[in-house]
C-alpha cells in the first residue's frame, strides 16, 4: 500500500530526525558545541540540516530527554554540562593505567568486530566513502607528522555508523578519548606510541578492515578487526610487562 503525501511526510520525519540527532550528538561528545555552550538556533539549524521546524524540535527533544541538551525560554536550546548518557560512565575511568588500556580494547574487540561484519554487509556507498576518506586523512597527517588519534578514532566511528544501528555509535561516544591508546589526548599516548612506525603499522591494519569492507566480506572484515584490535592489546601488555621489569631493577 503506498503512503498519501502526508503520510510520507510523516514517514520519512524519524529518519531526519535520527540524521539530525546523530550528527549533534557527534557535536556535542567531540566538543563542538561547548559544555553549557548554545547550540544554533532552530532556523540556522534548519538551514544547516535542510529540514522543517518539526524536525529540528523532534530531534532537540529527543536530546533534551537524554539529558544531552536543555532548553531555556527565551534564551535558547544549551548543552547540559556533564550530560549524562548510558554510556558516559564506560569512560569514567581516568586514571593513566596501563591495564586500563588493555580493558578498554578488549570492550571494544566485543563491539567492534561485529561492528565490522555489519557494516560490511549494511554499508552504503557514502558510508564506504566515509571510511575511505577517514583512512586517507589518517595517512595525510602521517606524513605530515601530525598526530593521527582524532583520525583514528572518526576511522572507527565511520565503520560504527555503517552499522546503521545507533548503539554501536553511542557506545564509541561514550569511551571518549579512551578509545584510541594513540591519542595525544589520551593518558596512554606516549613518544614510543605515537612514532612514525607505531602509526604506520597501524594505517596498514586499517586498509585490511578498509577492503574487506569494501569488498562487503563480513567474515574478513571481523577478522581484520580482530586482528587489529588484538594487536593493539598486545603491544600494550609488552609495555605493561616492560614496566613490571622495570620496576624489578
Not at 26 to 53: C, H, W
Request: aromatic content about 6%.
Amino acid at each position: 500500500m503506498s503512503l498519501s503525501g502526508s503520510d510520507a511526510v510523516a514517514a520519512r520525519r524519524p529518519k531526519l530526525a535520527d540524521l539530525v540527532i546523530d550528527t549533534l550528538r557527534k557535536r556535542i561528545s567531540t566538543g563542538e558545541y561547548d559544555a553549557s555552550g548554545k547550540l544554533p538556533t532552530e532556523n540556522q539549524m534548519t538551514t544547516i540540516f535542510g529540514v522543517s521546524r518539526t524536525v529540528v524540535r523532534e530531534a532537540i527533544a529527543a536530546l533534551a530527554a537524554d539529558g544531552l541538551v536543555q532548553s531555556r525560554q527565551g534564551a535558547g536550546v544549551f548543552v547540559v554540562a556533564n550530560a549524562v548518557t548510558p554510556f558516559n560512565s564506560i569512560g569514567a575511568d581516568k586514571s593513566n593505567k596501563i591495564s586500563v588500556a588493555i580493558n578498554v580494547l578488549e570492550v571494544r574487540m566485543g563491539i567492534e568486530i561485529e561492528a565490522a561484519g555489519l557494516a560490511a554487509t549494511r554499508r552504503s556507498a557514502s558510508q564506504e566513502a566515509a571510511i575511505q576518506e577517514a583512512w586517507n586523512e589518517f595517512g595525510r597527517l602521517l606524513k605530515l607528522g601530525i598526530p593521527t588519534g582524532k583520525t583514528d578514532f572518526a576511522f572507527h566511528r565511520t565503520i560504527a555508523e555503517a552499522t546503521n544501528n545507533p548503539f554501536y555509535i553511542e557506545v564509541l561516544d561514550g569511551l571518549g578519548s579512551r578509545t584510541i591508546p594513540c591519542d595525544v589526548a589520551s593518558p596512554w599516548g606516549t613518544e614510543s606510541v605515537l612514532s612514525y612506525e607505531y602509526q604506520a603499522g597501524l594505517q596498514r591494519e586499517h586498509l585490511a578492515i578498509l577492503r574487506a569492507i569494501s569488498a562487503q566480506d563480513a567474515e574478513a572484515a571481523r577478522e581484520a578487526m580482530r586482528q587489529h584490535l588484538s594487536l593493539s592489546q598486545e603491544r600494550y601488555r609488552q609495555r605493561l610487562r616492560q614496566q613490571s621489569t622495570t620496576k624489578q631493577d
